[in-house]
């Protein structure tokens, strides 16, 4: 079972930048396809982007896609989520989130039950 451990939440203003980035320590991390989840006051948690596990398929949620892209080193055994031009809509807790499964059925990796391991999560505010 590998360990996630998300860092790079930060207040940011309405327009700007910023990279989230999740370390990924124990076995066979370059097998787990990832993903990002992020949860607002009051919200339900919303699926954010997904990758597989080489990388080279990525999803989005509606309301990122254009701004927002996911990246994996597996190398490094880190993910990255770079987000553009954020809103205060944007602002929430962002959960990294893996899957044993390489490549995940269509559609599943919105499914938050499909993800057998989460890190603690990072707060991203976004200021108006």
């Known amino acids: 079972q590998v360990h996630l451990a998300e860092s790079g939440g930060a207040l940011v203003q309405t327009g700007g930048s910023l990279r989230l980035t999740c370390s990924v320590s124990?076995?066979?991390?370059?097998?787990?396809?990832m993903g990002w989840f992020r949860q607002a006051p009051g919200k339900e948690r919303e699926f954010v982007g997904h990758l597989t596990c080489s990388g080279r398929s990525t999803y989005y949620g509606n309301a990122v896609k254009g701004r927002f892209t996911v990246s994996r080193d597996n190398a490094k055994s880190t993910v990255n989520l770079q987000m553009n031009n954020l809103t205060p809509e944007d602002a929430a807790v962002y959960y990294c989130?893996?899957?044993?499964?390489?490549?995940?059925?269509?559609?599943?990796?919105?499914?938050?039950?499909?993800?057998?391991?989460w890190g603690q999560g990072t707060q991203v505010t976004v200021s108006s």
């Open positions: 989130v893996g899957s044993r499964t390489c490549v995940l059925p269509s559609n599943s990796w919105l499914r938050e039950d499909i993800y057998d391991v």
């Open positions: 124990g076995p066979a991390f370059s097998s787990y396809s």
